[in-house]
């Protein structure tokens, strides 16, 4: 059993809480609610909408006391810009001694247009200063997961949600990726999925279902990996050579080819700003706040 603290109300102006006090009530509330003696995983979830002072001053003390009292045998963090989650953790060994967080979920960076997991510095890792933030958290023993595979509809055919924060230009190219699966006969999202899933340094991969047909989809190309051995460190490209088609095998090559494919021009744009949607959420609610003075 997982569960999140940071994040609660759909209401911009009671969206987020991350003092001590409140994180103390949601997790009591969350005990009573799913009548659990504990909570396996506690997460701090979207820090990128707080100062790190109050995580560091509020937040972490909080949930470092819930696992004293025995009310979650884990911590974790679960948002999207690396470098926010890898300023955490070092402050907070350094703040509190050892590390505070047992694991950290991720979204959207190990993915066929951004593999910043793996292939990015961490900006603050005084351990090992050209560690990715994949090899920090190994090194850490904190446990990676990743989530949105799909790139939260971005790697779909029907194209991504409305509300979507990617600029438009991987928009743009992640429709030429579906254009080009689909003149070839293949499924961008199962390519995706697969793609994602063939990393060995990933002990969890997190994908929304909304349907039992998608569920059979997805337990379908996980059946791929079955005779996959993840100890034995193969890298990414000789899993993938197990577990795609000569066809899927092809198209994720177009896709990949840093010269011609629908990425190659991304530069900066491969992903989005998280802090940078931060700054605007808050501006929003200062917005909001003026105007109901």
């Not at 990617?166 to 961008?188: M, T």
């Not at 697969?194 to 989809?217: A, F, N, P, R, W």
């Amino acid at each position: 059993i997982n569960t999140k603290v940071g994040r609660y109300e759909a209401d911009p102006l009671k969206q987020f809480d991350f003092s001590y006090e409140t994180t103390i009530k949601s997790v009591q509330r969350s005990l009573e609610r799913m009548n659990c003696n504990y909570i396996d995983v506690l997460q701090l979830h979207d820090p990128e909408f707080a100062p790190i002072p109050i995580l560091l001053k509020e937040t972490i003390p909080a949930l470092l006391e819930c696992k004293r009292r025995g009310w979650t045998r884990a911590l974790g963090l679960t948002g999207y810009p690396l470098d926010v989650q890898n300023e955490i953790l070092v402050k907070a060994e350094l703040e509190f001694g050892t590390n505070a967080f047992d694991q950290s979920l991720v979204y959207c960076h190990n993915n066929i247009h951004d593999n910043s997991l793996f292939s990015e510095h961490c900006f603050s890792s005084e351990r090992s200063p050209t560690d990715t933030f994949a090899g920090f958290c190994k090194h850490a023993n904190i446990h990676l997961m990743a989530a949105a595979p799909l790139s939260m509809g971005l790697l779909t055919h029907a194209g991504p949600p409305a509300w979507h924060p990617a600029p438009f230009a991987l928009k743009e190219a992640c429709g030429k990726a579906s254009k080009l699966c689909q003149s070839e006969g293949v499924n961008v999202s199962s390519l995706a999925i697969l793609y994602s899933l063939s990393h060995s340094s990933i002990g969890c991969t997190l994908l929304g279902m909304k349907d039992e047909q998608e569920v059979d989809v997805a337990a379908d190309l996980a059946s791929r990996f079955s005779t996959v051995d993840f100890n034995d460190e193969e890298n990414q490209d000789s899993i993938l050579d197990q577990v795609l088609t000569p066809k899927e095998r092809r198209v994720l090559n177009k896709l990949r080819d840093k010269t011609d494919g629908p990425f190659s021009q991304l530069k900066e744009d491969y992903r989005w700003d998280g802090k940078q949607e931060a700054a605007k959420f808050w501006a929003l609610v200062d917005d909001m706040k003026r105007k109901s003075r």
